[in-house]
C-alpha cells in the first residue's frame, strides 16, 4: 500500500548549520505538505507541494517537489534552535482518500 | 477563531478499560481526521469522517471506533484497552475531504492517553 519513508530519523546540528530531509513514496503522489512538530506540541502545517519540480522558500526553510512526484525534501539553511522539533512529510496518492505521514524526522540542536 | 479543542487532554486508563475521546473541529470545518502518535511509529491514521460518515479507516482493530455528529464534532473510543494502546491521539480538521485536495490540517493540542 502507500508508503512513505523519511530519511533520517534523527539528526543532531550545531547551531548554523544546515539541515535536510527527505522524503520519499513508492507511488507518484499528487500533492505533499510537510509539518513541523515541536516538542510537546502538535503538527503544525508547513506548505503544500504540487506542481513536479516545485521549489518553495519560506526564509530559510526550502521545500522541493521531485521531477517524478516520488520525493521531496526540506532543507533548512544556518539552523536555529528554534528550528528544534520534528518534521514530517505527508502525501496523498493519486486516487487515495487520506493523507499518510511519514515517520518523522527529529532534529535537535547544540546552541 | 477558535482551533481544534480535544478533551481530555490527559487520561489515565487500566487494560480492559475503554476510552471516548472528543474532537471539535474549526468552525466551518467538515473533516475530521484521527491519528496515533507513539514515539516509534509516528503519525498513524486511524479514521476520516465528513459529514458524519466514515470515508476511510486505517490499519487498526475494531475495538478503534468513531463517529461524526451533525455539527462536525467527533469522538472515537477505544475499547477493551491494551496496554500499547499508550499514545497520543491527535484529531485534525480541514475544509475539505482528506485526498488530492484536502489542503492544510489543522491539529488539535492531542489526548495523551495511558493504559496501566
Known amino acids: 500500500g502507500q508508503q512513505v519513508m523519511q530519511i533520517p530519523q534523527y539528526q543532531h546540528v550545531q547551531e548554523g548549520e544546515d539541515f535536510t530531509t527527505y522524503c520519499n513514496s513508492s507511488?507518484?503522489?499528487?500533492?505533499i505538505q510537510w509539518y513541523k512538530q515541536r516538542p510537546g506540541g502538535h503538527p503544525v502545517f508547513l506548505i503544500q507541494l504540487v506542481k513536479s519540480g516545485e521549489v518553495k522558500k519560506q526564509k530559510r526553510l526550502t521545500f522541493q517537489f521531485g521531477e517524478a512526484k516520488k520525493n521531496s525534501s526540506l532543507h533548512i539553511t544556518a539552523t536555529q534552535t528554534t528550528d528544534v522539533g520534528t518534521y514530517f512529510c505527508?502525501?496523498?496518492?493519486?486516487?487515495?482518500?487520506?493523507?499518510?505521514f511519514g515517520q518523522g524526522t527529529r532534529l535537535t540542536i547544540n546552541p | 477563531k477558535a482551533g481544534v479543542t480535544q478533551t481530555p487532554r490527559y487520561l489515565i486508563k487500566t487494560r480492559g478499560q475503554q476510552v471516548t475521546l472528543s474532537c471539535s473541529p474549526i468552525?466551518?470545518?467538515?473533516?475530521v481526521s484521527w491519528y496515533q502518535q507513539t514515539p516509534g511509529q509516528g503519525l498513524q491514521f486511524l479514521f476520516e469522517?465528513?459529514?458524519?460518515?466514515?470515508?476511510n479507516k486505517g490499519n487498526f482493530p475494531g475495538r478503534f471506533s468513531g463517529r461524526q455528529f451533525s455539527n462536525s464534532r467527533s469522538e472515537m473510543n477505544v475499547s477493551t484497552l491494551e496496554l500499547g494502546d499508550s499514545a497520543l491521539y491527535l484529531c485534525?480538521?480541514?475544509?475539505?475531504?482528506?485526498?488530492?485536495?484536502?489542503?492544510?490540517?489543522?491539529f488539535g493540542e492531542g489526548s495523551r492517553l495511558t493504559v496501566l
Open positions: 507511488t507518484t503522489l499528487s500533492n
Open positions: 505527508a502525501d496523498t496518492s493519486q486516487g487515495a482518500q487520506k493523507l499518510v
Open positions: 469522517y465528513f459529514s458524519e460518515t466514515q470515508r
Open positions: 485534525a480538521s480541514s475544509l475539505f475531504p482528506a485526498g488530492e485536495n484536502t489542503g492544510e490540517l489543522f
Open positions: 468552525s466551518g470545518h467538515r473533516s
